[in-house]
Structures are given as C-alpha cells and as structure tokens.
C-alpha cells in the first residue's frame, strides 16, 4: 500500500516515505486519493487548494503542483497521474490506498452479510477498519477537506454499527466489550454505540454495568446536548430493568444487526 489518507496524509514507495511538504501539494493530492480512479474537475481542486477562494493565478498554480507530484510519485508502480482537458486522474490499484481498500472491504462485507455469512463479514469488516490510524485527512486544512473527512468518518462509523451489529447477533459479545468501550469513548453521544455496549454487558451478564452505563449517557446528554436519550435507547433500559431475556430484545436495522441477540 502506498497512499494512505485515514489519517495524515502519507505515500510510501519500497524504500520509504515520500516527502510531501508543501501545503497546497499535500491538499491537492489528497482531493485526487478522494477521487482516485475517477476525474476531479480542475473546478474542485481549485476549491480544495483555495478553499473557494482562489487568487487569479490559481489554475496555473494548480498545473505546477501537479507537475511536481507526478515527478514524486513516478516511482511508485501502478501508479499514474492522468491529465484531461479540464480535469486530473489519480490511477492506482485499489489495493494501493488505504481509503480503497476500506470501501472494498466494506462492500465485500455487506454482500456477505446479505448473503448470510456474519462471520466472513466481520473478517472483512475488521479488514476494513485496520486501515485507519486516527482522524482522516489529519493536517490538511480547509473547509471542503473538513468536509471530506466528515462523510468519511461517517463511514467508519457504518462499518463499526455493522461489525458490533454481527458481532452481537453471533453471540461474541464478552470479547466485543472492551472494543465497545473504546469507540463509545470517542463517539460518547452515539445512540447506536451505546446501545451495542449496552446490550453486550447485559448479555454477558453485566446489567448492574449496563444500566451503569445508560445512566452515565443520559447524564451526559443532559448536561452538554440538553436532550434525553432517544425512545429506543430508552426502550433498552426498560427491557434490562425488567430482565426481558436477551434472546426477546430485537435489535431492529436501528441497531444494525440482524435480527436478534442471542442469549449468553
């Protein structure tokens, strides 16, 4: 794998990291990894490099960026950047960027669910999420990008909502809970991933700790949201409260398993 975006910005050949340290540089080849495969308009790269304010000379700035990327990346197999009439072609096999590779795993990963092979489905979900290394786009500035790595985190967070789905319909829910813990603690107002958490510790036999943790999520959203947990999440501490066995509490495609939670 030579790109990688799920996180800083950073192409590597066989023999190490290629520099890239120019600001602009480094924007205009992340809005072309976004795009690998496809054309970006010289249009959005301008919008991305100048955040929608760009100086008279922006498009031959633009062509000079360019020239020098494709000097640094010739060395890389595969790779090819293409010019058009108005726009640039980033090629490269998909194996080659780590935001590819993610969304081939996750596609690969819903067609075995649909197919119903939970299991092969977390493998490639988990394939999927090991390509990322923090906050994507770490370090480029400006608000398109921001944009960018927005919609991309909220497909990180899809392919979590389906891996713990899957996970709980299996019934690994003890191995799962320190995971939980660690992605409810950077997506701490995530109905979806609490109620996973939720559902796991009772599952496991833990309903002191779920109920624990439905009280600490309520709190929160009160004191920093103003709000209350919604209706479903609400659902679930009844049904805890009450012992409804785990094997009765649907999860329903709010949850994003299938199904049910199996007991145990």
């Given at each position: ?151 991309l985190d909220g497909e990180r967070i899809a392919a979590y909502e389906q891996l713990f789905g899957s996970e ?97």
């Amino acid at each position: 794998m030579h790109f990688f975006i799920l996180g800083s910005l950073e192409v590597r050949s066989a023999e190490g990291i290629i520099p890239i340290t120019a600001p602009k540089q480094r924007t205009v080849l992340a809005a072309l990894l976004l795009g690998a495969n496809n054309e970006v308009s010289v249009d959005q790269l301008i919008n991305f490099v100048w955040d929608g304010r760009p100086p008279a000379t922006a498009q031959t700035t633009l062509q000079s960026y360019i020239y020098r990327l494709r000097q640094l990346l010739r060395p890389l197999p595969g790779t090819e950047l293409r010019t058009n009439i108005d726009s640039y072609r980033l090629e490269c096999p998909v194996g080659d960027t780590d935001l590819l590779y993610f969304r081939e795993r996750a596609e690969r990963a819903r067609r075995e669910a649909d197919a119903g092979d939970l299991a092969a489905s977390v493998t490639s979900l988990r394939e999927a999420l090991s390509v990322w290394r923090g906050k994507s786009l770490a370090g480029i500035p400006g608000e398109p990008i921001a944009e960018e790595a927005r919609m991309l985190d909220g497909e990180r967070i899809a392919a979590y909502e389906q891996l713990f789905g899957s996970e709980l319909t299996l019934g690994n829910t003890r191995q799962i809970i320190p995971e939980l813990h660690r992605v409810v603690s950077v997506y701490q107002f995530h109905e979806i991933f609490q109620a996973q958490l939720m559902l796991a510790l009772y599952c496991a036999g833990r309903q002191a700790e779920a109920l624990q943790n439905y009280a600490l999520v309520r709190r929160r959203m009160r004191d920093n949201l103003g709000i209350e947990p919604g209706q479903e999440l609400q659902g679930l501490q009844r049904s805890i409260l009450d012992q409804v066995p785990a094997s009765k509490i649907a999860l329903a495609d709010w949850v994003r398993g299938t199904a049910r939670v199996p007991a145990g």
